[in-house]
């Protein structure tokens, strides 16, 4: 069963900061993996999705890649702002289409 | 439509009674999934469509839950005899194929009293 680990389970940054979340995964037979953001209270909303040929992806000031030998991917924020506030979740996409997911990484952006 | 489109957004009911959740997916979307989150955890993965193939329902946690899926379509997920350990929100999401990104809906949050 694929287990996915996200570290750190939370992180507060002042506004400007960089932010770095990391997401671990057992069983490097994926399909894809795909980052998701999460407010309070809402449902998910996709940020970044890399397939399992890719290295990364990026979009705007997000940065996501992904090395499927180590079971790691990592998502950079750059120039963070108090927006980027939220949880953010990773998930991985399986051989049976199931998508497991991380517990997510609580983010706090201080103006 | 544009996105997954769930309803109700918010459902409170009395423990016993049996309720629906209903999802609209993505139009063209062959791949349906129902994901649960309860109050502090992880999301779990309930019951998984594909096209016209029977259902992944290796994720529903008794047999008081059950999913359709009409015309390949609108899904609706029914808890019979609700609990109050049922009680998390309910997150529908469609995907073009099982193995190309998935689109969320906003969720169905469920409160059993």
């Known amino acids: 069963k694929q287990e996915v680990t996200q570290i750190p389970a939370a992180l507060s940054v002042p506004e400007g900061e960089n932010l770095v979340l990391n997401c671990s995964f057992t069983?490097?037979?994926?399909?894809?993996l795909q980052w998701f953001r999460q407010d309070p209270g809402k449902g998910l909303t996709s940020l970044l999705l890399?397939?399992?040929?890719?290295r990364e992806q990026t979009s705007g000031r997000l940065n996501a890649s992904l090395d499927k030998s180590s079971g790691r991917s990592t998502l950079y924020i750059a120039a963070s702002q108090p927006g980027d506030s939220a949880t953010y979740l990773c998930?991985?996409?399986?051989?049976?289409?199931?998508?497991?997911f991380g517990a997510g990484t609580t983010v706090t952006v201080r103006a | 439509g544009a996105g997954v489109s769930q309803s109700p957004s918010n459902k409170v009911t009395e423990k016993g009674k049996d309720v629906e959740l209903r999802c609209d997916p993505i139009?063209?979307?062959?791949?349906l999934y129902w994901y649960r989150q309860s109050l502090g955890q992880g999301l779990e993965f309930l019951i998984y469509?594909?096209?016209?193939?029977?259902?992944?329902k290796s994720g529903l946690p008794s047999d008081r839950f059950s999913a359709e899926r009409t015309g390949g379509s609108v899904s609706t997920l029914t808890i019979q005899r609700t609990q109050q350990e049922d009680s998390a929100v309910y997150l529908c999401?469609?995907?073009?194929?099982?193995?190309?990104?998935?689109?969320f809906g906003s969720g169905t949050r469920l409160t059993v009293v």
């Open positions: 999401a469609s995907s073009p194929r099982g193995d190309y990104g998935y689109t």
């Open positions: 069983d490097s037979a994926i399909y894809n």
């Open positions: 890399i397939q399992s040929s890719q």
């Open positions: 998930a991985s996409c399986s051989n049976d289409y199931k998508l497991s």
């Open positions: 139009s063209g979307h062959t791949a």
């Open positions: 469509f594909q096209g016209n193939s029977a259902p992944d």
